[in-house]
């Protein structure tokens, strides 16, 4: 006699490979629970800023930085197979957001909002298409020292592009040695904000001081600490240290972006180029932590 598969059971197997989250939730240990809750609280004290600031270096109005953790985040809890990545803005992505957003919509910011929506879709649809075609091996090839040095190099490039903030005055980006080389320039030439350098480095300090110590959201507990003290003191109005200042409430319609045919070529162009950098982001980063993890990382759907 020979056994037949069980029908169910296939079924369950396969929704699991295209729905990760569901394994995930079928093996979770309560004793994760409390550092999950903490960890979303940080992630999310961190998405605020980070969203608004990449959303503002993409090209669009800050508040869309906000609206577009939303959705990934809650999607990613059922397709992502990864406990400790998430999806949110990105730094590396900015870039190229901004060199097809900025020059096609002219200072108009909804004409910026649906270039860069249409670049999402675009993005969306290539990744999704990665994936059915069975392409994550493309990661195989990308030895250690090439994942560490991108690593690393996103990290400077980010350290970089944040100074100008940090010391309260701003810059037009154009490359990191230049960007150094004007910011030098500006700290020296008077330009600096020491309020604004005083709670940026008083914030790192303390979250550097309390990295040792695991059960203490440092992150999160230095975010607030900062913004209690900024607006107790009213350092907004007296010491020119700039504050993100009153947002839309609610969340905004649902739209299809419509473009001009004359700017399609160039939204999907873009588009693609923004699927490629997330896909060797993101491949990199998993890889990185699934080995420091011990973790299994899916790069392709079995069959």
Not at 75 to 96: E, H, M, N, T, W
Not at 152 to 164: D, E, K, Y
Not at 217 to 232: F, K, Q, R
Not at 236 to 263: C, E, R, T, Y
């Amino acid at each position: 006699m020979t056994a037949k598969p069980n029908k169910n059971h296939s079924l369950s197997r396969r929704w699991k490979r295209w729905l990760p989250g569901l394994q995930i939730v079928s093996e979770y240990q309560a004793a994760w629970f409390p550092r999950d809750v903490m960890a979303g609280l940080v992630l999310a004290t961190m998405l605020v800023p980070v969203g608004i600031a990449y959303a503002l270096a993409s090209g669009v109005p800050g508040i869309y930085g906000l609206y577009a953790t939303i959705v990934p985040l809650l999607a990613y809890a059922l397709f992502g197979p990864s406990r400790i990545l998430v999806l949110g803005p990105d730094s590396s992505l900015a870039p190229v957001i901004l060199a097809v957003v900025f020059p096609l919509s002219g200072g108009d910011a909804m004409r910026a909002v649906t270039l860069a929506s249409m670049m999402a879709v675009v993005s969306g649809l290539v990744c999704v298409l990665i994936g059915v075609l069975r392409l994550g091996f493309i990661t195989e090839l990308l030895s250690k020292p090439i994942r560490y040095g991108y690593m690393n190099g996103i990290a400077l490039t980010v350290l970089i592009s944040q100074m100008p903030k940090l010391f309260g005055f701003s810059i037009d980006a154009a490359g990191p040695l230049r960007d150094l080389a004007r910011i030098t320039e500006s700290v020296l030439g008077g330009k600096a904000n020491w309020t604004s350098f005083a709670i940026g480095a008083g914030t790192l300090a303390a979250i550097l001081l309390l990295k040792p110590y695991k059960r203490i959201p440092g992150l999160l507990l230095a975010v607030v600490a900062a913004t209690v003290v900024v607006g107790m003191l009213n350092l907004d109005a007296s010491a020119g240290v700039k504050v993100l200042g009153p947002l839309p409430q609610g969340l905004p319609s649902f739209a299809l972006p419509i473009i001009n045919f004359a700017h399609l070529g160039e939204a999907i162009i873009g588009g693609c180029a923004v699927a490629m950098v997330a896909f060797a982001d993101t491949s990199v980063l998993s890889r990185t932590y699934a080995a420091r993890t011990r973790t299994r990382l899916l790069t392709r759907i079995r069959r």
